[in-house]
Each structure stands twice: as C-alpha cells, then as structure tokens.
C-alpha cells in the first residue's frame, strides 16, 4: 500500500518535471511571445539611454519584437541592476550593463558583481582621455606627467562624479605615473568638461566621446587616449600606452538578464544583440556619439568585466574612496 | 545666416503639420504632473528617426516648447505644477483660479509663454556664439551665489510667517543632503536603502507637497469653498474671459520682458532651468512691481513674469546646446542626441557646420511657439469647461493622476511612497500655515549650493576669497546681499510708517 | 495653562526630528575630508541647528498666538463631515497604494475610485461608470501612448 502511494507521488512528480521542463522548451523556442523590457540605469538623455533606445529599436525593426525602455536611475546604477535582478529569468525584463557593474560592490551602494547576473554582451565602449586648456604649456603626456612631478599638488583634475568611471581614469593615471593630483568631482562629463572650457580647472579626464568635439574647435587639447588603440574621433593622439604608460580604461555598457537564463533563450536574445549591434545602423550611431561599437559575446564581456573589478576594487579601497 | 530658404523649408504643410503633433503630445505631458518635457522629448526621439531630420525637429521643438508651457496648465488649474519649471506659476496662478479667473490666467499663461519663447528665439538667432560663451563665465562660484540667490528667496516667498518659511525652508535644505554626498560619495541618511542613494526625488515630493495635500485639503474644507466658488461666480461677469485688457497688458509686459530676459541668461547656465529662472523672475519683479502685495495673491504680473520666463528658458538651453554642445538641461541633452543621430557632430562646430539645418531650427522655435497660441488659448476655454464639473469629480481623480505620475517618472514605487509622505506632510503644512514654497526651493537648490561651496573651497584649497574673484561672483554676492537686507529694511520702514 | 495645540506639537516634532539628525550626521558621517572640503558633515550641521533654532521659535510662539488647525473641527458638525471624509480619502489613498502592489492597475483605480465615490454618496451607477471610465483612460495614456506599464 504504502510503496503504491510513493509510486503515484513519484510518477506525478516526474510528471510534472516533464512537463515544466517541456513548457520551458515550448516557452524557449516561442521566445518572445510578449513585450521584453529593457530597463535602463541611465536618465533620458544620456549616451546610455541613446543606446538602450536603439538597441531596442533595431530588436524591434530586424526581429519584429516588441522592446520598450524603462529608465530606472539611482545608486550608479545599482536601483536598475537591483530591479532587473529580482526579476524571473524569462527572457522578459533585461537590462543594461554599465561600467559601474564592476565598481558598486566595492564602493559599498550594493552588492552586485558581474558574476550576480547573465550577461548577454557589450554593445558599447569607448576610452578615458586627459584633456587640458589649449594654451597649457604641456603638449603630451611626458610632459604633464613631468609637469605634476615638479608641481606637486598644483593641477587639478576635474572628473564625472566621485565613484565614476573617469574619476577611477584618474586615479589609474595617478597611481600608473606615479604624479600628485586633486581630484575635483563635477555633476558628469559634461560639468567636468564645462570647467575645463571655462578654464576654472587645468585639466579633465572624461570620455574620448565626450570631448573630442571642442578638440576640433581648438578650445582644449587631448594628451592622451587611456584605449588600446588611437581613438578615430582622436585621430592625431597617441594612446598612453604608445607614450610608454601602462594606461588603459575603457568605459563600457552592455546588456545583462537576471541569473538563471534559460539557455535557449539566452542564445536567441545574444543572437538577436549581435545582429542588431553590428547592423550599419548601430554602426553608425556609435560613430556619430564617437564611441567603438565592435559587440563582446557574454564570455568576453564576463571576462572583462571580472578582470575590472578586480583592479577597480583594489584601487579604490587603496584610494579609500566612499569610507 | 540664410534665413530666406529656411523659411521657405520650414513652412511647408508637412512641417507645420509635424509641429502642431509636437505641440498637442507636449500639451499633454505637460500637464499631466510627473510626465516632464525629458520624456516627451525621449518618447517622441526614436520615433522621429524614421523622419527627414527636419520633420523630426519639428515634433520634438514642438514637444519641449509646448511641455514648458503646458506644466503651467495644471500649476493654474489645480496646484500642482505639471513640470518643475511651473512651481513659481501656482503662487500667482492659483490664487486667480481661486477667484474664478481660471480662464483669464490660463490665457495669460499662453499669451506670455509665447512671448517668453518667441523672444529667447529671437535671443538664440541674433547672439547665440556670445550668450554660450556667457555660460562658461559660470564657474562651481557663480553656481554657488547663484543658488544662494534662489535660498534667500524664502523671505519673500513666505512674508506672511517668515519664521514658518525659513523653518520649512531648512526642511528642505536638510532633506536635500540625503543621499551620495557629491564630492565624498559616502552615503548620507539613506539607511542602506539603495533608492535613496540618489537622493530624495525632487519631483514626487512636488507632486506630493502640491498636488495630493491641496486635494486632501480642499476635500477638508469643502463646505467653505463651494461658498467662495458661488460668492465668486455672481460677482465675476467675466468668469469666462480668457484674454487681458489692453491695460491689463501694459501692467504685465515690463514683469514679462523681466522674465523673459531671466529666463535666458538662467537657461544659457548649463543645469539650471525654466524652474529656477521663473522663481527669480517671481522675486525680482515683486521687487520693482507698484503692487508687491499682490504677488503671491493673484498678481497678474507674477504671473506673467513666470509664465514668460521658464519658456525664455528654452532658448536660453538651446543657445548653449546649439553653441557648445553642453546641454542646459535633461530635454536638451535629448534633443542633442537626436542631432546625432542625424549624423550631425554636436559641439562648437555645429553653427558653423551645419549653419543650414541650425538656421531651419530657429525657424522651427518660432513657428512652434506660434501654435501654441492659437492652441493654448482653445485649451484655456475647454479647461473651464472641464472645471466647472462637480469639484469632487476632479479632486478624485487628480489624486490618482498624481500617483502613477510619481510613478512613472523613474518606474519607482519608492517614489510614490515619497510622494505619499510628502502629501501628508504639506496637509499639515498648509493646516499650520507654514509655506510650501520655501521647501520646494531648499530641496531644488540645496545640492546646487552645498556642492558647489565645497568644490569651489576644494579648488582654492580652503581659501574662501575664491569665491569672489570674478566680477560675475561679486555681482551675485552683491544680489543675495540686498535681498537677505531688503525685508530687513523695508520692516523697518513699515514700522516707523506704523509709529 | 494653556491647552498644549497641534501647531505645538508640529514645532517640537521638527525640533526632535533635527535633533535626530544631528546626532545622526555626527556619528554617522566621516569627519575627515580631502584639502579645502569642508567636509559632509559641515551642511547637514548647519541645517540642522537651523531648524532646530527656528522650531523652538515657532513653538514659542504657538504658545503665545495658536493657530487654529484641528481644534474645533469636531464641535462644528459641517466641519466634522469634511473632515471625516477627508480621512476617508486617506485611508483609501493609502489601501490603494498597498493593492497596488498585489492587484492589477485597473482593479486598484477602480476600486481607489468607487470607494471615493461612496465617501461622497455619489449614486451607485454613476460611480461605477465613473469610476471605470476614468481608470480605462488612465490606464489606455499611460500604458498604450506612452509606454509606461502601470501593473508593479
């Protein structure tokens, strides 16, 4: 009697093994059947926005799906990467991944690493550049460099916001040159680039992207790309590395999926990302915002994104940035 | 610049007829509070690529300058500002629309945003490469007088109980340090709530403040309105007016140029906006105004003043965006995207490289802002009709509006709780007669001020004469000085005249 | 003795809740900072006396001149029914957002909106087209032109 009643549950629960795993099969191959939302951790406006906004455009116009964007801002990040994290792992609510992926755990607003998410690819970097007045009586980055060295503490460099990625540029380009500099937090890339124009500070690393444009009017001069390659909104500037410094940081956004994708479902959406990512559109909406736009697939993006974090954790307790 | 063959593009039925959709979607969220002009504008974007660049100017202009104006719609009708950039416009709007003027202030709103809008165009076309170049001026010390300027404006906003002003004031100020520290980074009262790491949401706590304690208030002192409202209605044979008188006019187009002139030198500031530009139009022209007792009361000259300058802003932020590339403010920074996604280089090279598309761009402000009026003023009569339902009708689903606006702002729930606690807050307020406004501007201008102190102290290594060793600093700091001793003085006066 | 008023309490619970964070900023925020910044604790500080000054202020002179808030609501019969229903609404405000949370949109803002209209003894059919209609509507704007979805 009692070994037919185990025989019975048994034969329900593998019953009903069969056919969850049957319906996630049906549910992978009839992926998408609903809107997907892309949330994005960046307020409207921004680069990141611009690129969830097209992402999401080109999924719709190549694949016939329906992708809308949600903005969700805060926290570096970390309210949007939080949400999309706590959401089921369908396929439906994926997000974006920024830079800041690899940064929050160790400034303390969250605790989110790469490793917490699936990551579906990056769709999109660009390099730190040092930027300074036209008129400054330095021309590369020898010479900035040795400038700081015989100055120690008098220049100061304007950043994109305390626990940003150009703020962490800086210190990598402190902590790689050896030189003494202050780091003045601004409100974004284009505050810190403001000051620079208004010459009430000597000198900003942002973006490539972000500056390149008052480069070509003759307000600022670029010393340095921190990229692994010249730069082709700066075609004329040497990279560090050329210039004999190990600098390299790379400001990155990719898309990531709560942890515990469905894998088919996980090859349709990076196939569907890679096709739009390296449509000519895509191309040329990178090109015009002066960003890179070669597409990561998941391992390579998780690859760089842990090598990251690595470096920025250890920079940043070594800054003590955030106590 | 060749004005003629803009024209000539500009003014095409297709044009016009992209322009008058922009217009209609900004008058909408516009005035709807929560749904800003940023996302109209970053709603509207990805739609207008499919579109000759052009046609898709033609929408978003229309949105952005039509979304300005219409938050003023809501600030008149019911208290709450559909934008940030309306706040100053409920202290004069409101109070007419309490006296059964709802159609006369919603016409003057019109008639006057137009006027701000049309003269920042005019601004942006005649002096767009100087005005831009203005902006740099502004360093961390000017953007701090700047908000110090804005902060000392709680004496005038809250004459009636100073005291009750500076003390809601502080509140503010002090709910503005919540979250990030700007230039530490630490976490400062967020109570490991990641959330509140950005701070509390300025626009939830307006919705709040504004929006749910007036309904709740109104609900509370029902009987006492329906009695003014009647009162009202037989006294006013006009109720139903929508133009001013000539003379009405002449009374507001001194305040209007005032504020229009505000509105852009505030909106060539890269991030200060229509919101903080109509709050110091308010107070100066209350200062130079024959009738300075009015203001706060259904003063049509504040309200003029206002209504011109958060739409003299507009130009003001493209003038800057146009010239340089740094956005004024979030919509431009939208709208500055979608140039380059017509594959224009945004940055000083823009005027020059893209003189063509620039030049059809002015054109476009200034057609755009001319269909507001004809459409502002067909709003204002059917925004009277639509009043004039049962007052319950409105209050009731006004309060529901308010909640899925705090929420879709940011897709946050924490932010409609946010607005939640500000409404029971501004109920209380408003029962023990301390003013709102003052709040609203501690926690609009807190951070400005806080962060830009510091980083200016950062810059100087602590030396405080950094921030005033540029004329435009001293000219501020002279400004804040005379509106923190004018009351004083102005009290004194008052109680001399008495003895 | 005078009776102790509403417009009191609010100036001490101000004094209090700048009490609280005073306390809060100077143990819980970090007193050193880089060259030249004064610091993070030096504005939420100052803000803090601040309102701790001016709610002392406001507490005396509640004492001296109260003003009128609720006392007195309850005697007066009109005012008690606004009053009432004006706590209703509250109440309904804050049980919709908690269904909000569990229940679709269009139930939560019709319900929200039918026990308005109840509070106000609005007629039984009028309530539920009003009520319906205004929650459809919503509902059609925000999710359909412009793409806000309103289910949590």
């Known amino acids: 009697m009692k070994k037919s009643v185990f025989a019975k549950v048994m034969a329900i629960v593998s019953a009903a093994a069969i056919m969850t795993a049957a319906f996630s099969v049906a549910a992978a191959a009839d992926y998408p059947e609903d809107t997907i939302n892309l949330i994005c951790h960046a307020a409207a406006g921004g680069g990141s926005d611009a690129m969830s906004r097209e992402v999401a455009q080109l999924l719709q116009d190549q694949q016939g799906w329906t992708v809308t964007v949600e903005n969700k801002t805060g926290g570096s990040g970390s309210v949007a990467m939080q949400y999309v994290m706590s959401m089921n792992p369908d396929g439906y609510t994926i997000g974006t991944a920024p830079v800041e992926l690899s940064m929050i755990n160790a400034l303390g607003y969250a605790e989110i690493t790469p490793d917490n998410v699936d990551l579906l690819g990056c769709t999109m970097h660009w390099p730190a550049a040092l930027y300074v007045s036209a008129d400054a009586p330095y021309n590369n980055l020898k010479e900035f460099v040795d400038y700081c060295t015989e100055n120690p ?85 040497e990279t560090a590395i050329e210039q004999g410094y190990d600098i390299t940081v790379n400001c990155w956004v ?46 390579e993006f998780l690859e760089m994104a842990n090598a990251d974090t690595e470096y920025y954790a250890q920079l940043i307790s070594e800054l003590g940035i955030a106590e | 610049m060749d004005y003629l063959s803009a024209i000539q593009h500009v003014l095409n039925p297709a044009v016009l007829l992209f322009i008058l959709a922009g217009v209609m979607v900004g008058l909408v969220v516009g005035t709807l509070p929560g749904l800003t002009s940023v996302m109209a ?103 701090f007088w700047l908000a110090f300027f804005g902060l000392a404006m709680m004496i005038s906003i809250s ?35 990641v959330s509140l790491l950005n701070g509390i949401t300025f626009i939830p706590v307006m919705i709040g403040l504004f929006g749910i304690s007036e309904m709740l ?103 800057t965006a146009l010239a340089l ?9 939208v709208l500055l995207g979608a140039l380059t996604m017509y594959g224009m280089v945004t940055g000083p090279t823009l005027l020059t490289k893209s003189a063509d598309f620039v030049g059809r761009l002015y054109i476009i402000m200034l057609v755009a802002n001319l269909i507001i009026l004809p459409v502002g003023l067909l709003t204002a009569k059917a925004c009277i009709k639509l009043l004039s339902v049962k007052s319950n009708y409105i209050q009731m689903a006004v309060l529901l509006i308010c909640c899925i606006g705090a929420y879709s702002m940011n897709r946050s729930y924490t932010d409609v709780i946010i607005m939640f606690i500000a409404g029971i ?11 709102l406004g003052p709040m609203v501007l501690g926690l609009l201008l807190g951070e400005m001020c806080e962060t830009n102190l510091r980083r200016t102290l950062m810059l100087s290594n602590g030396n405080p004469v950094r921030l005033i060793n540029t004329p435009i600093a001293i000219a501020l700091m002279i400004l804040v000085v005379a509106a923190l001793v004018s009351p004083l003085i102005s009290d004194l006066r008052a109680k001399k005249k008495a003895k | ?143 359909v032109f412009l793409k806000v979805r309103l289910n949590l």
């Open chain 2, 325 to 333: 590339g740094i956005p004024g403010d979030s919509s431009t920074a």
């Open chain 2, 217 to 319: 208030y109104q609900m509370y002192t029902h009987k006492k309105t329906d009695e003014r409202r009647e009162e009202d209605i037989a006294h006013m044979g006009d109720k139903e007016r929508v133009l001013p008188t000539a003379k009405e006019h002449r009374r507001m187009t001194l305040p209007a140029l005032l504020g229009s002139i505000i509105g852009v030198v505030v909106g060539v500031v890269p991030g200060t906006g229509g919101d903080i530009s109509a709050l110091i139009s308010w107070d100066v022209t209350k200062r130079i105004s024959k009738h300075p007792e009015e203001y706060g009361n259904g003063s049509i000259e504040g309200l003029a003043a206002t209504s011109a300058s958060n739409n003299g802003a507009v130009g003001g932020a493209l003038t």
């Open chain 2, 41 to 143: 504008v970053s709603l509207i974007t990805p739609l207008t690529f499919k579109l000759d660049s052009t046609y898709g100017f033609a929408m978003l202009l229309g949105v952005y300058n039509s979304a300005i104006f219409s938050g003023g719609i809501s600030a008149i009708a019911i208290n709450t500002p559909g934008t940030p950039a309306s706040i100053a416009q409920t202290f004069d709007g409101y109070s007419l629309s309490r006296r059964g003027r709802t159609g006369f202030a919603l016409g003057v709103n019109t008639i006057y945003s137009v006027f701000g809008g049309l003269f920042s165009t005019v601004c942006l076309m005649i002096a767009c490469e100087p005005l831009a170049r203005l902006a740099l001026h502004f360093g961390s010390a000017e953007y």
């Open chain 2, 425 to 435: 807050a501004g109920f209380f307020f408003r029962m023990y007669q301390y003013p």
């Open chain 1, 153 to 237: 503490g008098a220049i100061s460099i304007a950043n994109s916001g305390i626990g940003s990625i150009w703020h962490i540029a800086s210190c990598v380009l402190a902590d790689k040159t050896g030189i003494e500099i202050n780091y003045v937090p601004y409100d974004g890339a284009q505050g810190a680039i403001t000051a620079l124009l208004g010459k009430e500070i000597e000198a900003a690393v942002v973006g490539s992207s972000e500056g390149y444009t008052y480069v070509e009017s003759g307000d600022v001069k670029c010393l340095a790309v921190f990229g692994e390659e010249k730069s082709e909104v700066l075609p004329d500037v």
């Open chain 1, 254 to 299: 990719g898309l990531l999926a709560p942890k515990g994708l469905d894998e088919a479902v996980k090859t349709t959406l990076v196939d569907a990302i890679r096709q739009a990512v390296e449509s000519d559109e895509y191309i040329e909406f990178c090109k015009g915002r002066g960003c890179d736009y070669s597409f990561l697939d998941p391992d």
């Open chain 3, 1 to 143: 003795m005078k009776k102790i008023t509403g417009d009191t309490i609010l100036g001490a619970v101000f004094a209090a809740a700048a009490a609280i964070m005073l306390w809060l900023t100077n143990t819980t925020l970090p007193s050193k900072a880089p060259m030249g910044d004064p610091g993070a604790r030096i504005f939420p500080t100052g803000v803090s006396i601040a309102i701790l000054i001016l709610a002392v202020a406001v507490i005396v002179r509640s004492v001296r001149k109260p003003i009128r808030g609720f006392e007195g609501v309850l005697q007066d019969p009109e005012k008690k029914q606004s009053a009432t229903r004006a706590l209703l609404v509250f109440l309904d405000l804050a049980l919709f957002l908690l269904l909000w949370n569990y229940i679709p949109f269009l139930a939560a803002g019709f319900i929200f909106l039918f026990l308005q209209c109840m509070i106000f003894r609005e007629k039984l059919l009028f309530s539920v087209i009003y009520s319906a209609s205004v929650t459809v509507a919503l509902y059609v704007m925000f999710s």
């Open chain 2, 159 to 193: 004459h009636a109980n100073v005291v009750k002003g500076l003390l809601a004031g502080a509140i503010g100020l002090l709910l503005s340090t919540v979250g990030l520290d700007p230039l530490l980074g630490n976490k400062r009262f967020t109570f490991d709530n």
